[in-house]
């Protein structure tokens, strides 16, 4: 009986979201869903997507709880990021993981008293389309629900209906 309560522990400590990798090659774009570890560990997120191995742009859009995303961009020179919710380490080790990978200068006590606010590199997508100004409206647009914030993203970018493909396949 203990080996059955194994499994359905680790589906209660598995948060819920997506995770969406999205590709730019040859002027179009391209979305796949990213496997369920992509939620949980920013390494996982990483090695997925550098092993779609494309010579075009490769990122990642990773919801967690709708609680806040990641921008995860693997390049040659270190993977890129984009924490939405720098608060969110307190509770979810993704998150920790990327205040860590950024070497944010931050603290518990730092992260309990402030309010939400976004960690890494708002130019993440600059150089495919989405301005560094753009990016840093949509992260700090309070109102916006997580799955709003990434749709919005697609859309400024023009990868919306791909985004909605994914999303309509995993029931979101």
Known sequence: MGAQRAPAQEAADQPEGFGVAVVREDGKWRCSQMRRGALTSLTAAETELRE???AG?????????DEFFLIVRPAPAGTRLLLSDATAALDYDIAAEALDKLDADLDDEDLEESDPFEEGDLGVLSDIGLPEG??????SDIDMEIEEQIAAIAQR???ESELSAVLDKIGR
């Open 52 to 54: 779609l191995r494309s």
């Open 57 to 65: 742009a490769v990122f990642g859009l990773i919801d967690v709880d």
């Open 157 to 159: 970018m023009g990868f």
């Open 134 to 139: 753009v990016l840093g409206v949509i992260v």
